[in-house]
């Protein structure tokens, strides 16, 4: 293992980690105006709706199954499932999922692209955002047929150990991508980036999207009626309207 990697899979994570997290909460408390998703849909609603679902339905998916794939330890599933049958269901259901998201992020980027309204109140970060994301499913995708190289998981194991040691902070993770190919290393690199861009761009609504989920296990609020001290032999107030 060379410096950049030592620097990129063994020190970057953290500084993204920790720029995703401050960042995040420093923006919050000094910038609540800018804290939102920026919805163009006023501009032009005809490719968004199809677009963005798709590409929420597969990003969503992506994220919830790279967090718990990597993120859950071999002992857990190793009793009901191979680490082979992980990796394969992990590539039929992520190649779907990601082919959706790609195809819902493409019809975003070509829209805010070619529609000179959206274009010209699109911020430069709104694009470059765009870009990454279309990059980043790219090489997600193109990490399946590398993966049906080493269907016994292997390399999905390692990616899995990497991923567990830098959340535990654990000495030896980029020794663990020694044998990743350059699509892999790139594929994490640039999700990385992404957590380190993640407080500066329009993404940090998604915050917004997990902390309504609190409303469900959130208690009733009491809502009780107004009574009104009307003295003795005053009549009621009238109703707005009521009567001539």
Known sequence: MN???NFLFGLYPYICLTVFLLGSLIRFDRDQYTWKSDSSQLLKAGQLRVGS?????????????????????HFVYENFITAGSKQLMAMVSGGIAGTLGFIGVTILLHRRLSE??????????????LVLLWLQLALGLATIPLS???????????????????????????ELLSEAGWIFKMHMFLGMSIFFIFPFTRLVHVWSGFGAAAYLVRPY?????RRLNVPAGHNQPRRPG???
Not at 53 to 73: A, I, W
Not at 117 to 128: G, L, Q
Not at 151 to 166: N, V
């Open 3 to 5: 410096a950049l990697d």
């Open 53 to 73: 679902n798709l590409f929420h339905v597969g990003v969503l998916f992506l994220f919830f199954g790279h967090f718990f794939g990597m993120l859950t330890p």
């Open 148 to 174: 049906g190289q080493h269907m016994d998981g292997s390399m999905m194991m390692k990616l899995a150990g990497w991923a567990q040691h830098i959340v535990t902070f654990q000495p030896g993770a980029p």
């Open 221 to 225: 609020q009491v809502v009780r009626a």
């Open 242 to 244: 009521a009567g001539v």
């Open 116 to 129: 000179p309204r959206i274009r010209a109140t699109s911020k430069t970060s709104d694009i470059v955002l």
